[in-house]
């Protein structure tokens, strides 16, 4: 079978990820995870105080980032590192969340990051996961996939993730996050989220795992 590029976009919290390291388990594929990539710039510069309304800086910290995916044979996945660090677990700290929508907005952020993804689809036998995939960083993709469930599921399955690491972490919080990052990636002026015209909406609310990933080895 030729190996293809499957493009998964969606909302925050819609299980993209899930899905898309079942999928690329199933076929064989490299998975890569977009939205952890910007999560490790919102790191970076988090951690180094860079002014975002500062072009030069920003541009400059952007030469001092390295990203790259390991796999990890206990996780049974591939952990992001940031120069040479495993920061996996890092990047879903609620203040990274908070920030990352706000960064990834960023010219010269999406520009950095929509390369080095398209370096990483040129062999094919690919899912990627995002906002922007089907639409900005691989529009020719034979799979798209847009994902979408109820907002109260959302809800529901972000504060059941955070709660472990973030025992204080309140409902109201969670649901003011997701809120403010589905306004910023809808209406940024660079590669909004927005369904490609040929992807095919994966309302998964009601859905188990199994029956998404059914559900999208079908389209394969």
Same mark, same amino acid.
């Given at each position: ?5 499957? #493009? ?11 899905l898309?390291?079942?999928?690329? +388990? ?7 995870d977009?939205g952890?990539?910007?999560?490790a710039?919102t %790191?970076?510069?988090?951690? +180094?105080?860079?002014? %975002?309304?500062?072009?030069v /800086?920003v541009?400059?910290?952007? *030469?001092?980032? @390295?990203? =790259?995916?390991?796999? +990890? !044979? ?14 996996? #677990?890092?990047?879903?700290? %609620?203040?990274?969340?908070?920030? $990352?929508?706000?960064?990834a ?5 999406? #520009?950095f990051a929509?390369?080095q993804?398209? &370096?990483?689809?040129? @062999? *094919?036998g690919? $899912?990627?996961?995002?906002? =922007?995939i089907?639409?900005t $960083?691989?529009?020719?993709?034979e799979i798209?996939?847009f994902?979408?469930?109820d ?8 504060? *059941? /993730?955070?709660r !472990?690491?973030n025992p204080?972490?309140?409902r ?7 809120? #403010?990052?589905?306004?910023? =990636?809808s209406?940024?002026e660079?590669?909004?989220?927005? &369904?490609? /015209? ?5 309302? @998964?609310?009601?859905?188990?795992m /199994? ?10």
């Amino acid at each position: 079978m030729n190996k293809k590029i499957i #493009t998964i976009d969606g909302w925050s919290a819609c299980g993209k990820s899930t899905l898309a390291k079942q999928l690329a +388990n199933k076929l064989g594929y490299v998975y890569i995870d977009s939205g952890a990539m910007y999560r490790a710039i919102t %790191l970076f510069f988090l951690r +180094n105080s860079i002014d %975002l309304s500062n072009t030069v /800086e920003v541009s400059a910290a952007l *030469k001092n980032i @390295n990203i =790259d995916f390991r796999f +990890n !044979p206990d996780a049974k996945h591939a952990d992001i590192y940031l120069n040479d660090e495993n920061i996996e #677990t890092l990047i879903r700290d %609620l203040s990274v969340a908070e920030k $990352v929508s706000a960064i990834a907005a960023i010219e010269a952020v999406r #520009t950095f990051a929509v390369a080095q993804q398209q &370096k990483m689809g040129v @062999n *094919k036998g690919i $899912v990627m996961d995002g906002r =922007d995939i089907g639409t900005t $960083v691989f529009p020719t993709a034979e799979i798209k996939l847009f994902m979408t469930a109820d907002s109260d599921i959302r809800v529901e399955r972000r504060l *059941k /993730e955070l709660r !472990p690491k973030n025992p204080q972490i309140t409902r109201e919080e969670v649901k003011k996050n997701l809120e #403010t990052r589905d306004h910023l =990636d809808s209406t940024r002026e660079i590669s909004p989220l927005r &369904k490609a /015209e040929d992807a095919i909406v994966l309302d @998964n609310s009601h859905l188990s795992m /199994e029956e998404q990933l059914a559900f999208a080895l079908r389209l394969v």
